[in-house]
């Protein structure tokens, strides 16, 4: 299980998240929702350990994961939110240096990247530069990457972005599927039909605190409202979204 | 609307004329041009010191002449090659790339504003760079060039003289090369992305060689000499010397000939470089832009060899691999790699035409410049690797390795170390032991061998101590690399007198078991200081060159004031 409690962070003072608590279950898929600013990213990246957090802790089965961060890293796969790649490495480049890095087996490893490159449909492309990969293909390198060395718990920010409708179907199951086998899924995502879909749970934040979690079935009792669109607009949006396009509209056409 | 248009994009294609990621990635764009500008004025200040002290009325004609040749032509190379080099800078931003079309492209912009806006930046940029260089010595030697006695007519000719045929000469390079880009700039896209980094390289190279390997013109009769004659021809730093002595007036009669076939060739060359250059940005403009939109955003994988060797453990290999494979693939990383190679290279140039010694032992079949050669190439090597690596090449990617379970700076300190080697000392080596097994017997090659290994070792090892980054990862501070031109300078004093030491050493089993055996523990030292410092309880692996400050200041001393 991993475990948020109490986690801060504050940039020249002002606070991107604010006293978060919450937790992810194995075996359930936690879906982590916010507008934008409001503290998503932060949360994983401190989660991740790339960002250190003012104050709070994460616990990852019990421990925290400050206390033993080489173990922790381990055992966790990471989607971050931009495409970031090292672009003048070919796909098949960047999964061996990810595999080495993480310190696999050689021939097992070739052959799980292998696995990889063909079930996401980039084998054809595997020696060409990422550079030359379109969003979609990148954030398939990014999925295997994470997925490479069997990791225990996923954090996956906005997952779905730039791929097509196949893919994100597959990537809708695969996420189900691994957390039928007992992983740890935290994903964040502003599809809320596919969040809908896919999560056991909700966490929504907004101006860096939580403002609703719980699993959608009781949100829907609790708020009387059908949807998750529902729930986040009355949660997370502030503005009233008729009014506003009204406006963009009137002060296009003058 | 389109003159507006113009002065916007005038402006941003100026800054960015010089390829920003590859000088400072993090750099201020003001500060740093106006760094560049500084060097260059600092160089005219230093060239034209020696203009005070040329005793024009005490010295023999000949000799006078020989002086003054040799000084032209000197400010002449040294012009073409600031704007040789600020062209293979410039590499990546002379022309239209994918991403100025992408952006501009739909906005309501004509193709022929964004064709001006680009070639006035260019000529801005080549008019800033002459100016810089040419400040001081545009003035202090074209009164020395207008001659002993002569009056302000003299003077203001030999001012116009010198001004036009520094214009032509920086002219003649920065269109010879944009010419040459342009051109290549029709191949199929695959193919030109692979030719143009080798054409930068080339003609990096061809600037530097020929600027430290051109005879100095010396006397008439060696201008005049037939066999001088054909080899001056293909210079084109002599076409340019000739057309200065013409347009100064001051073409000898005895080689009269000579000259005007020179100035005849620069008029020449300097025609031909325009047309092409115009040539290649008409191209560019009927046919590149449409073929850069057009080109599918997925090209065909690409062929070669993917296999590289393990080099330790999997951290380790990762490591090697990954610095690797980002200095083969970018240009910028290569090119002040080259630059490094190419002050080594001048340096050896230098100490082979001075006259060596001359011995009667065992040494005397081995040259002092033949040990030096491999040696400070070495040690360039080793500096430009080392600065190189402390450039970044995409920041946003470097998450992976903060999200890997790495060891701290000891545990990497192996894959680091491995990195330079392979990709500095092993080369270097590898070169030395064949070029001079070719010229030296074995036994000295194979002695001088194993002392270059051992200096390899120090000097991987002292330029990486307290270096706590994986190569290409961390952010990039201006200034870095006058640490490293301090190291090329510091290890070139050093280099000469190791390798006169050496030199001596080769006489006597004995003198040459004791050079190898303090370089063993230097070696070792080197090592455990390294090490040591790896080891360091505040040691940590960084990806930030400049860390957040604890405390922020508030800025508050204007407080209280009232605004004017």
């Known amino acids: 299980m991993l475990e948020i409690r109490g986690v801060s962070k504050l940039f020249s003072g002002i606070p991107a998240v604010d006293d978060v608590t919450f937790s992810a279950r194995a075996g359930e898929v936690t879906g982590y929702l916010g507008p934008n600013g409001s503290g998503k ?17 994460i616990l990852f089965e019990g421990r925290p994961i400050q206390r033993d961060l080489m173990a922790y890293k ?8 931009e495409p970031h790649l090292y672009s003048h490495l070919t796909g098949l480049e960047y999964l061996s240096m990810v595999a080495l890095l993480r310190d696999l087996p050689v021939k097992p490893a070739a052959e799980k990247i292998d696995g990889l490159l063909r079930l996401f449909s980039l084998r054809g492309d595997r020696h060409a530069p990422i550079s030359a990969y379109s969003k979609g293909m990148r954030q398939k390198v990014l999925l295997a990457a994470a997925l490479l060395h069997n990791p225990d718990l996923l954090l996956l ?89 009204r406006e963009i509209a009137d002060l296009i056409l003058g | 609307m389109t003159k507006l248009q113009f002065r916007v994009l005038y402006r ?29 004025i600092f160089l005219s200040f230093a060239l034209s010191m020696r203009a005070m002290f040329v005793g024009a009325n005490s010295l023999p004609l000949q000799t006078l002449r020989a002086v003054l040749w040799e000084r032209e032509n000197t400010l002449i190379s040294t012009t073409m090659l600031v704007v040789g080099l600020f062209a293979v800078l410039s590499w990546d931003s002379a022309f239209l790339n994918r991403r100025d079309v992408m952006v501009l492209a739909p906005l309501p912009v004509r193709a022929r504003t964004l064709f001006f806006a680009k070639i006035a930046a260019l000529a801005t940029a080549l008019s800033l760079t002459i100016l810089a260089l040419n400040a001081l010595t545009g003035l202090a030697w074209s009164i020395v060039f207008a001659g002993a006695n002569s009056g302000f007519a003299d003077v203001l000719r030999s001012l116009a003289a010198y001004w036009s045929t520094m214009i032509a000469a920086g002219v003649f390079i920065l269109c010879g090369v944009l010419g040459l880009h342009g051109l290549a700039a029709q191949l199929p896209r695959r193919r030109y992305l692979r030719v143009s980094a080798l054409l930068q390289m080339a003609a990096f190279c061809l600037f530097l060689s020929v600027y430290f390997l051109q005879p100095a013109p010396v006397s008439v009769k060696a201008l005049g000499a037939l066999e001088s004659r054909h080899l001056l021809e293909w210079l084109p730093t002599y076409w340019f010397f000739g057309l200065f002595q013409v347009l100064n007036g001051s073409v000898p009669a005895e080689i ?83 630059f490094y190679l190419g002050v080594g290279f001048a340096i050896v140039i230098l100490f082979m035409q001075a006259p060596a010694p001359r011995q009667q032992a065992l040494s005397a079949s081995v040259s002092v410049a033949g040990l030096l050669a491999s040696v ?69 090659v194979a002695g001088h061998l194993v002392a270059l290994a051992l200096f390899g070792s120090i000097l991987a090892d002292v330029s990486l101590s307290g270096f706590q980054k994986i190569p290409f990862t961390c952010s990039y501070l201006p200034g870095a690399g006058y640490r490293g031109f301090l190291t090329v300078w510091s290890t070139l004093f050093v280099t000469v007198t190791a390798v006169g030491f050496e030199r001596r050493a080769l006489d006597s089993g004995a003198g040459y078991a004791l050079m190898i055996a303090i370089l063993c523990a230097a070696a070792a030292c080197a090592r455990w200081w390294s090490v040591a410092r790896a080891n360091s ?11 957040t400050p604890a405390i922020f200041a508030l800025d508050l001393h204007r407080d209280g004031r009232l605004s004017a």
């Open chain 1, 41 to 57: 990213s932060t949360t994983m990246k401190m989660i991740t350990g790339l960002m250190e957090m003012t104050s709070g802790e």
């Open chain 1, 74 to 81: 381990q055992r966790m796969g990471y989607v971050p939110e």
């Open chain 1, 157 to 245: 920010d906005e997952p779905f972005s730039g791929l097509d409708v196949g893919s994100a179907l597959v990537l809708r199951s695969l996420i189900r599927e691994l957390a039928s086998r007992g992983k740890v899924i935290l994903f964040s995502s502003h599809e809320l039909e596919t969040v809908e879909r896919i999560s056991s749970r909700i966490v929504i934040l907004h101006r860096g605190r939580i403002v609703a979690d719980d699993s959608i079935e009781r949100l829907r009792v609790l708020m009387e409202l059908p949807t998750l669109e529902g729930i986040f607009s009355q949660l997370a949006v502030e503005q009233n979204t008729e009014a506003v396009s």
């Open chain 2, 12 to 40: 941003e294609f100026l800054f960015r004329v010089v390829d920003l990621e590859l000088l400072a990635p993090q750099g201020d764009i003001a500060k740093l041009l106006g760094q560049f500008g500084a060097v260059l």
């Open chain 2, 256 to 338: 009269q000939t000579t000259i005007l076939s020179l100035a005849r060739r620069a008029e020449f060359g300097l025609a031909i470089a325009v047309l092409t250059a115009g040539t290649a940005f008409l191209l560019s403009y009927f046919r590149t832009l449409r073929k850069i939109v057009e080109e599918p955003d997925i090209m065909p994988g690409a062929g070669g060899i993917h296999w590289l060797p393990r080099f330790g453990n999997s951290v380790t290999t990762a490591i090697v691999h990954f610095s690797i494979r980002t200095l083969m693939r970018s240009r910028q990383h290569r090119v002040i790699l080259a």
């Open chain 2, 376 to 444: 400070l190439m070495l040690a360039c090597a080793v500096a430009g690797a080392r600065m190189v690596f402390t450039m970044p090449l995409q920041l946003k990617a470097n998450w992976i390795f903060r999200v890997m379970p790495l060891p701290g700076p000891r545990g990497l300190l192996n894959a680091i170390r491995r990195s330079l080697l392979v990709l500095s000392v092993v080369p270097v080596w590898a070169v030395s032991a064949v070029a001079l097994l070719w010229i030296w017997p074995w036994r000295i």
């Open chain 2, 537 to 547: 309880p505040e040691s940590a692996l960084l990806f930030e060159e400049a860390e």
